[in-house]
């Protein structure tokens, strides 16, 4: 699933109320007002044409009466990226944005225009501006399903893994973004994978916050990517990369932890033999058993699947050692070095056993107050109902 392109990132956002900007506009008032604006657009005076572009872009920040209005401003403004003035660019690409947000036939309009050959370059721009401002329309632009093919044969995506390893903060941020919603389209995973973008992934997720939105992009991305043996491969032989995973696991939003884990589930799965003495290594025990009970559903089912890969033997115990997860979590306990990690992870399993039985406790106490006619008497079941 795409990354939503409703947020205007803080580097192109201007003052401007929050609520819809023509709400209290007549209808004639709106349409002078984006013909003179549309007018200025066309002017052989530059500063005007900047101008202009600045409107538009405070206009359609937060009006979608007003990106539809500024829809013929498109192919002026694509104009404007071919200008020899980086303030121009700038005024253009702001206002290209904000046209594109939550606006297909927009988005699709912008790069019909021919706005993505000007938009690659300044992708390799040293005016960090202009590259932060066209990896930021890149994301917006890459939100259609049908820009997607479009935009990585454009050679958009070596460059983005560029900018992951190179770029600024606020750069890196969008790339990562970007490249995010471009991997969602089948086809371009392999693409992304070619440009060898684990070294550059690893490094992000180790610098950003656990929690952050680009920890958990990170960690999707490296998720899809482990799909292939050259993605699974490019992790483990990256310095601290099966780490990294495992502290976002750890610490990180309850979908980066999803994304985190699938992780390594996905490669224990490819191969065990392979991968399964890597992950252990790392710690991941502490961190599965928090999940059994306390992450997401699908986070829950993973962290318990792979305990079970984790585990000595890949194959079911006896009858009187019934598949569970305190046996093979004890099981895997056995086999652990370092007594600090032994000690961590059973202490996190005697956790895990009083959170299970506190939430079957709970579920008890749910079910005994279903009172129905056939098991308990009508004055029983009223007086535990008074009891709330």
């Not at 939105?213 to 099966?242: N, W, Y």
């Given at each position: ?6 947020a205007i ?212 991305l490296i ?31 309850p979908q ?133």
């Amino acid at each position: 699933m795409g990354i939503q392109d409703g947020a205007i990132h803080c580097h192109l956002a201007t003052a401007a109320p929050d609520a819809d900007t023509d709400t209290d506009a007549s209808p004639s008032s709106l349409s002078s007002l984006v013909t003179q604006t549309l007018t200025l657009l066309q002017s052989d005076d530059l500063s005007l044409r900047v101008q202009a572009a600045k409107e538009i872009r405070r206009l359609t920040k937060t009006s979608q009466r007003y990106r539809r209005y500024f829809s013929a401003a498109v192919g002026p403004l694509v104009d404007m990226l071919s200008c020899l003035s980086a303030e121009a660019n700038e005024a253009a690409l702001a206002a290209l944005l904000n046209l594109a947000v939550k606006d297909e036939i927009n988005k699709i309009k912008i790069i019909e225009a021919g706005a993505l050959k000007p938009i690659i370059g300044f992708l390799q721009s040293e005016n960090l501006a202009l590259q932060e401002h066209a990896a930021a329309a890149l994301i917006t632009l890459s939100a259609s399903s049908v820009n997607k093919r479009v935009i990585s044969a454009s050679g958009a995506i070596p460059l983005l893994v560029e900018i992951l390893g190179h770029g600024s903060s606020q750069a890196k941020y969008d790339a990562v973004m970007a490249l995010y919603n471009l991997s969602t389209y089948p086809d371009n995973l392999g693409q992304i994978l070619q440009t060898e973008p684990i070294p550059q992934l690893v490094d992000l997720l180790k610098s950003c916050k656990r929690s952050s939105k680009t920890a958990e992009k990170c960690s999707a991305l490296i998720e899809s990517l482990v799909g292939f043996e050259e993605g699974r491969m490019a992790l483990t032989s990256e310095d601290g990369g099966i780490l990294a995973v495992v502290e976002v696991l750890e610490g990180g939003s309850p979908q980066s932890r999803e994304h985190a884990v699938g992780t390594l589930l996905t490669m224990c799965e490819s191969d065990r033999s392979s991968y399964r003495e890597p992950i252990l290594r790392e710690g991941v025990i502490p961190g599965l058993l928090e999940l059994t009970v306390q992450g997401t559903p699908k986070s829950q089912s993973k962290a318990q699947m792979l305990l079970r890969l984790l585990r000595d033997t890949p194959y079911p115990r006896s009858e009187l050692q019934p598949d569970t997860i305190e046996n093979i979590v004890s099981n895997i306990i056995s086999q652990i070095d370092g007594e600090d990690q032994v000690g961590k992870a059973k202490q996190m399993l005697a956790e895990m056993v009083q959170v299970s039985m506190e939430q079957s406790l709970r579920h008890l106490q749910k079910r005994a107050l279903v009172c129905t006619p056939a098991d308990i008497p009508i004055n029983s079941c009223a007086s535990e109902v008074s009891l709330k």
